[in-house]
């Protein structure tokens, strides 16, 4: 009972921060499906977007969960420093930066996207395409730094998402130039 007691942060840290990374995976994918029109043709019923919101805000509780399973190991000591500043850890500096990058771009995702009505179109669809960034530097953070990198299940399930994801973004950029070509916008309305 006291290994477990004594590694409970280190697990909490572990899976908390596997569960964020697919979280963040499942509102990219999401994403890329209601933007793409896979999901229906016209128009987007609000509970659709509003999952796609919760699959992005539940992310952002699974990282705080994760940097609070960080603070509470023994094993590295990680301080305010090394958790918001990149390259302020002396464990593994470069993966972790990649970490810090990921939140602070996935919390102005969030943040402009509650700002969404007050924000010019364009400057809300440019931070929101950082998205694509937060994908491939919280893959990147969780291949170099993660414990269960060497994990098979833990390979395999992150090359298959990746290839959905690369798969739904190779189709929603021939969707978009097929719509161009044809004269029409196919915007969603914002909501």
Known sequence: MFAVTKQLSWFITRSSGLVAWALVTASIVWGLAL??????????????????????????????????????????????????????????????????????????????????????RKVWHSIHLTSFVVFVTGTVHGFQSGADRGNRLVQWGCLSMTALVLSLVIFRVATLSERRRRGTTGTAKRA
């Not at 128009?43 to 919760?54: D, S, T």
């Not at 190991?73 to 305010?80: I, M, T």
């Open 35 to 120: 933007s793409s029109r896979l999901v229906r043709r016209r128009g987007v019923p609000a509970w659709l977007l509003a999952l796609h919101r919760h699959l992005s805000a539940l992310s952002l509780v699974f990282i705080g969960v994760h940097l609070l399973g960080l603070v509470a190991d023994n094993y590295v000591p990680f301080g305010w420093s090394e958790l918001f500043v990149p390259m302020a850890s002396p464990w593994r500096p470069g993966p972790i930066a990649w970490g810090i990058v990921a939140l602070y771009l996935l919390v102005a995702i969030q943040i402009t996207s509650l700002l969404m009505r007050r924000l010019p």
